[in-house]
């Protein structure tokens, strides 16, 4: 009897914890949803700022690679 008076009293703790950790997920979740006009202005800022400094200068590398193999085969473009 007192084991099963142990399992209770640790299975309430547990209960405890894992409400918690629910109510701290609920907010975190609350939180990521309220996105202002500032954090999208400064995601679209990095966004451009990536495709011109990372996406860019790699599209131009390939396009001229495959301009020079395309004329080292006699291609035309």
Avoid at 3 to 24: A, F, M, N, P
Avoid at 39 to 61: C, E, H, K, Q, Y
């Amino acid at each position: 009897m007192d084991q099963d008076t142990k399992v209770i009293q640790e299975l309430q703790e547990l209960k405890q914890k894992v409400g918690h950790i629910e109510d701290l997920l609920t907010e975190q979740a609350n939180k990521k949803e309220k996105v202002g006009p500032v954090r999208t202005f400064m995601d679209a800022v990095a966004s451009l700022l990536f495709g011109l400094i990372v996406v860019g200068p790699v599209v131009v590398i390939v396009v001229g690679v495959l301009m020079v193999a395309a004329s080292w085969l006699g291609m035309a473009f």
